[in-house]
Structures are given as C-alpha cells and as structure tokens.
C-alpha cells in the first residue's frame, strides 16, 4: 500500500503538457513503455520501457501510446517500476546511466 507521501512522488503523465511540464521543472524521473497486463501470455519487453532523468533529450522520443510516470526519487521508482513493469522488463537510458556512474566516480 502506497503511503500519503509515496502517491505525491508518482505522478502518472496523461499529456504532451503534462511531459513538458515535468520536463521544464527538471526535477526527478521519468519513465516511459509498457506496463503488464496480468491478463496477457507474454510481457513487453525490456528494451521499451525506460527510466530517465526528466531532463533528458531522449524523452522527446516517447510516443503518445506508451505510459508515462514522473517519479520523485529513485527508489519510488525501482519499487513501482518491479511491481507494475516486472524486475528485468525496464532499464535506465544509455545517456541517463552514463551520467549516473560519472557522478558517483566524481564523488568518490
């Protein structure tokens, strides 16, 4: 059960206006793909379904037709991302992945 404080970290993004929006703020992540349907035979697959951070250019690239979902940190993320996409089905963007391990050998 998702806590007060967890809801107001997972906003789902309906419109180009709304992915803008959370673009322009720059803050947190954004995911884009394919979520499970329990009813379906087979899962999307892992390629499609990405998390990036809400700056990045390759955000331009999401379609109209995959969910979309603005998240406040990177654990609210992994949580609902394991839970509603499946643990292998989604990974980071290249670029995004790239800036995360530069900062982390810059901070150490």
């Known amino acids: 059960m998702l806590t ?7 906003v789902s993004i309906e419109t ?3 992915l803008a929006e959370a ?5 947190g992540f954004v995911f884009h793909g394919t979520l499970l349907d329990p009813e379906a ?3 999307p697959r892992g390629g499609a379904n ?3 951070f809400a700056r990045c250019a390759k955000l331009d690239k999401a379609t109209d037709a995959e969910a979309k979902f603005w998240y406040r940190s990177i654990k609210i ?3 609902h991302l394991d839970e509603h996409v499946g643990p292998s089905r989604w990974k ?7 800036e ?3 900062k982390i050998l810059n901070e150490s």
């Open 50 to 52: 990405l998390l990036h």
């Open 41 to 43: 035979k087979r899962a």
């Open 100 to 102: 995360i391990t530069q």
């Open 92 to 98: 980071w963007c290249k670029i995004c992945e790239r």
């Open 77 to 79: 993320a992994k949580q």
């Open 16 to 18: 180009p206006h709304d």
């Open 4 to 10: 007060k404080d967890q809801v107001a970290s997972i």
């Open 23 to 27: 673009r322009l703020e720059a803050v």
